[in-house]
């Protein structure tokens, strides 16, 4: 059995990579154990660990006459009395690891892959994007949306007692029921009805900010725009004059970049129309014959 | 004993079929499609609740005709809920109340299998169109994998008469025909099973062979 181990720590998080082989002609079983200070950060596919991996390490099994190599991050907690600081680390990389070979591997230690994990793992998660999750104003829906397992996990509800069916949910207190309700409720969590009516609201946004550039009329804008012109590096008696003969004050001019954003793409948006115009040329002649 | 229906394509009868069986057997019925749910929903807890760990899984059974575990119908819930807890939660339920039909998603990802991986055996439902068998025979292939043993095979809403042998050729099961009956369609929004609302009809007797072939 050789081993290789390698380290890099690079702003808080430990890179460990090992490689072990097995050069003994019988499968053999190991244990390798993560001794940095922080938790061990599994290779995942699906969002789940590779088969064999726990919070403290891997255990698995080396065939004979063969190599495994490993690969696991730490996230070095920021504590100054670390078992092993990351400079030692870089010289001796060894004392990242413990590996502890168990013996001869037994056939029959296979477990068959059918769990839970095994099929989440081989046919990729079937979770929504989280793009498609709308995200609702309120802050308290944000927290049970991101509901991450650990954050969710509440208190632990009362104890389940197998005592008859019908009682059961009696034997709820009501607070309990009102904070089950909160955390359960739909009001906590957007419904698709909410999804399409904030997609409407957008949309009504998007056709607003078009047509505002339409109904504003070109001449307020240009109005306002002269008025910029007029009192650019004017001088204060200028300035003075030109606000006092202007129907707007100083504060309109806080629109401007908004209008000039609105412009251009306005300016965008006509060009492309020229350029399609320019492009579909049917025959009109035609066409007026054949109607 | 935990029972999953499963089929490759979607749209088959999966629910219904999941709903009548669970009558049949005096069983919970788990509406396990995360994604799509189809089985009446309630009021309290549901299956994205338990799955994101915040309720306890006995406590989102709603008692009625036909005890449902619903699941929430929301892209957020979907998203929250980790698949991974199913098994301990649909454990959780089996101790309590005995048999579990797991009413499953089509197709083959992992909403689909992790609810097969869970299940000691399932049940395959076809449409009788031989499109649809094509399907049926990877989700086969799929149940083998996850070492759930098929117990049967339901070729749903049979107008005419199907190719009986072909299909349990095919898919090496042995197959029940169920035949087309509004009351069927029906049995689930209204909460009536057929096996106590028209217990006579042909549908009901095909159910009730069917769960006769779930063992103990």
Redesign the interface.
Known sequence: MHTDIDVTADDGVALVSVRIDNDSPVARRLRVRNRLDGPVLPPRRAGVPEPGWDDEGFDGVVPAGSTVALGYAVALSPSADRDVAPTDVDSSPERAVDIEVLGRADESERAADSTPEDAVRTLGSARPPADAVPVSSDPSSTVAESGAPESATPEPTHATTPESGDERPDSLSQSERAAASDRTGPSERPTDADVSSALEAREARGHETDQSVQSASLATVERRIELAERLDGASVADAAAALSEADAGVEALDSLDADRARLRRLAARATALADRAADADPDADALRRLA | MILAVVSGKGGVGKSTLSFELAAALGAVVVDAD??MADLPDGR???LH?VL?????P??AVR?GPVDIVPC?????????????R??EAVA?IER?FGTVVLDC?A????????P???ADACLLVVSPRAFALADAIRTRELAR????GVTGCAVNRVTDPPPVDPIGDALGAPVEVVPADPRVGRSVTAERPVATAAPDCEAAAAVRALARRVPE
């Open positions: 995360l994604g309290g807890p549901d609740d994101a760990g915040a309720a306890d006995t406590e008692p929430g119908r929301t892209l957020a819930g979907a998203r929250a809920a980790d698949l991974t199913l098994a959780a309590e998603p197709g083959r990802r992992a909403d689909a299998g992790v097969l991986a869970v994998e996850l070492d759930a």
